[in-house]
């Protein structure tokens, strides 16, 4: 299978300039990878880094030292030092990110906020708003919510929707942060499903999942990092 | 993805005094952009997009605009005639005070007409039919076309300033704290309409703002300054989730979420 991400040597370390420099090492010389057509789930303790590391992945943020590169457009890109028009292609074509609370927009409509991918990849409304209609559908949003910005709906309710934001385009790379945190079984079982096709589809899956039960259905590998040592990936039992 | 930028900033400095102004700012802009300059006041952000509209020389530096035609134009080079032309038909310059871009004396209908007319239409009824359908699309309503802006409220007035100057079809908008000073039920509305018609019609702007929850909103790309000099520079959710600068840290840290 064709390597998808390739991460080399990642350290994170946050620090707080306005609280006298502290440094918050978060991992460090973390080397990863991941292929086309399969689910690697991060693994590890609360604060050990799950979140950063998928953050990382999507450029939301920096580095603080080590490479990670992405396959886009067919090639290898470094995303480290990478102008912004690259970072935006690259969001924009190859690599979706489900984080886990949705970022709502006042006054625009949930079928609008999960068609929006699609749109700014030039699809037309009509298309875009079917496949969004298709998801939400799936994801059991009644129809009747579908005009309405998503800003009053339940958390569960927000997930479902920030998930058919997620899966509407069939990115090559997709990053899913608990997209099941907060769902009942019947739905979580519905991301399931959509992981599974993406999955078939080709695309390389990098999740975080809390739920037991929903990482043994997806997970083809473990990653698992330790801070303390040195991280590693083992096939999922 | 655009190959050609449509505005290039080189090391553009014009300084009052030290630290007042803006020193050595440099980048591209591309088309469908939007760009945001943060910071606080004083940090230079205004004085950097006089700057770039070609409304305040800079001590050193050059900006080229890339025009419709595909000339590649030295903006500080070209006469003030050329700079006017500019900004009244590729361009756009919604002010923070709507009343500093709007002819206060003439209705609602004439300031967008206006605009219209000096890229050559006379056609009365054309201009009207223009008017009245870039009032509805800024949400005005129709009825008030022939009032004076003067009777408009702070939002209204503002929606009109935008109406005024999208009305020609601009490549390129500078807006300077485009929702300052309006309540926040207003502010909402207003960028809900800015951010679907930079969408639609595929404008790039560059927007300053101290407010980073509308440069969140409205900006793919940010750029920090203080005292005049960019601190910081990236994508806009890069910047605010994991500001390297400890200038950013602050002012992102700063924000009250209610």
């Given at each position: 299978?064709?390597?998808?991400?390739?991460?080399?040597?990642?350290?994170?370390?946050?620090?707080?300039?306005?609280?006298?420099g502290?440094?918050?090492?978060v991992?460090?010389?973390?080397?990863?990878?991941?292929?086309?057509?399969?689910?690697?789930?991060?693994?590890?303790?609360?604060?050990?880094?799950?979140?950063?590391l998928?953050?990382?992945?999507?450029a939301?943020?920096?580095?603080?030292?080590?490479?990670?590169?992405?396959?886009?457009?067919?090639e290898m890109v470094e995303?480290?030092?990478?102008?912004?028009?690259?970072l935006?292609?690259?969001?924009?074509?190859?690599?979706?990110?489900?984080?886990?609370?949705?970022r709502v927009?006042?006054?625009?409509?949930?079928?609008?906020?999960?068609?929006q991918?699609?749109?700014?990849?030039?699809?037309?409304?009509?298309?875009?708003?079917?496949?969004?209609?298709?998801?939400?559908?799936?994801l059991h949003?009644?129809?009747?919510?579908?005009s309405?910005p998503p800003?009053?709906?339940?958390?569960?309710?927000?997930?479902r929707?920030?998930?058919?934001?997620?899966?509407?385009?069939?990115?090559?790379?997709?990053?899913?942060?608990?997209?099941t945190a907060?769902?009942?079984?019947?739905?979580?079982?519905?991301?399931?499903?959509?992981?599974r096709?993406?999955?078939?589809?080709?695309?390389?899956?990098?999740?975080?999942?809390?739920?037991?039960?929903?990482?043994?259905?997806?997970?083809d590998?473990?990653?698992?990092?330790?801070?303390?040592?040195?991280?590693?990936?083992?096939?999922?039992? | 993805?655009?190959?050609?930028?449509?505005?290039?900033v080189?090391?553009?400095?014009?300084?009052?005094?030290a630290?007042?102004?803006?020193?050595?700012?440099?980048?591209?802009l591309?088309?469908?952009?939007?760009?945001?300059?943060?910071?606080?006041?004083?940090?230079?952000k205004?004085?950097?997009?006089?700057?770039?509209s070609?409304?305040l020389?800079?001590?050193?530096?050059?900006?080229?605009?890339h025009?419709?035609a595909?000339?590649?134009?030295?903006?500080?080079?070209?006469?003030?005639?050329?700079?006017?032309?500019?900004q009244?038909?590729?361009?756009?310059?919604?002010?923070?005070?709507?009343?500093?871009?709007?002819?206060?004396?003439?209705?609602?209908?004439?300031n967008?007409?206006?605009?219209?007319?000096?890229?050559?239409?006379?056609?009365?009824?054309?201009?009207?039919?223009?008017?009245?359908?870039w009032?509805?699309?800024?949400?005005?309503?129709?009825?008030?076309?022939?009032?004076?802006?003067?009777?408009?409220?702070?939002?209204?007035?503002?929606?009109?300033?935008?109406?005024?100057?999208?009305?020609?079809?601009?490549?390129?908008?500078?807006?300077?704290?485009?929702?300052?000073?309006?309540?926040?039920?207003?502010?909402?509305?207003?960028?809900?309409?800015l951010?679907?018609l930079?969408?639609?019609l595929?404008?790039?702007?560059?927007?300053?703002?101290?407010?980073l929850?509308?440069?969140?909103?409205?900006?793919?790309?940010?750029?920090?300054?203080?005292?005049?000099e960019?601190?910081?520079t990236?994508?806009t959710?890069?910047v605010?989730?994991?500001?390297?600068?400890?200038?950013?840290?602050?002012?992102?840290?700063?924000?009250l979420?209610?």
């Open positions: 299978m064709q390597t998808m991400i390739e991460v080399e040597g990642l350290t994170k370390v946050f620090t707080l300039h306005n609280q006298g502290i440094q918050l090492p991992f460090s010389g973390i080397d990863f990878r991941a292929r086309q057509r399969e689910c690697t789930v991060l693994f590890g303790e609360s604060g050990s880094g799950k979140s950063t998928l953050r990382l992945l999507y939301n943020y920096l580095p603080t030292s080590g490479s990670i590169r992405v396959r886009h457009r067919g995303l480290t030092g990478a102008p912004s028009q690259t935006l292609d690259i969001r924009r074509e190859t690599i979706g990110y489900v984080s886990q609370f949705l927009i006042p006054r625009v409509s949930t079928l609008d906020v999960v068609a991918p699609l749109r700014e990849r030039g699809v037309d409304q009509d298309r875009a708003h079917q496949r969004a209609g298709e998801l939400l559908e799936r949003i009644p129809e009747r919510l579908w309405l800003g009053t709906f339940s958390g569960g309710e927000q997930q929707v920030n998930i058919a934001r997620g899966f509407i385009v069939d990115y090559p790379i997709l990053l899913l942060d608990e997209p907060s769902l009942d079984q019947r739905n979580a079982s519905v991301v399931v499903e959509l992981i096709e993406a999955r078939q589809r080709g695309s390389a899956i990098v999740g975080i999942f809390h739920d037991a039960d929903v990482r043994e259905a997806v997970a590998h473990i990653f698992e990092i330790d801070p303390t040592q040195k991280s590693e990936s083992r096939a999922a039992s | 993805m655009s190959t050609q930028p449509l505005l290039q080189r090391e553009i400095t014009k300084l009052y005094a630290n007042k102004g803006c020193a050595d700012v440099s980048f591209d591309y088309p469908g952009e939007v760009l945001g300059i943060v910071g606080e006041s004083g940090s230079g205004s004085t950097l997009l006089s700057c770039l070609a409304r020389a800079p001590d050193s530096g050059s900006i080229h605009y025009n419709r595909g000339e590649s134009l030295d903006l500080y080079s070209l006469s003030e005639s050329r700079q006017r032309q500019l009244r038909t590729e361009w756009g310059i919604v002010h923070q005070h709507a009343r500093d871009g709007l002819r206060m004396g003439v209705s609602g209908g004439a967008i007409g206006e605009r219209l007319m000096a890229t050559g239409e006379r056609h009365y009824g054309n201009l009207r039919g223009t008017a009245e359908q009032m509805s699309d800024v949400e005005l309503d129709i009825d008030r076309i022939d009032d004076k802006p003067t009777t408009y409220s702070g939002g209204m007035q503002q929606r009109l300033q935008i109406a005024r100057n999208l009305v020609t079809h601009p490549r390129l908008v500078f807006m300077d704290e485009p929702t300052g000073g309006l309540d926040v039920s207003v502010q909402a509305r207003l960028l809900d309409l951010r679907r930079v969408t639609e595929n404008l790039a702007v560059v927007i300053v703002t101290h407010d929850a509308v440069a969140r909103l409205l900006a793919q790309r940010l750029i920090v300054m203080r005292r005049g960019v601190v910081e990236g994508l959710d890069q605010l989730d994991d500001p390297q600068h400890a200038y950013t840290q602050l002012l992102v840290s700063s924000v979420t209610p």
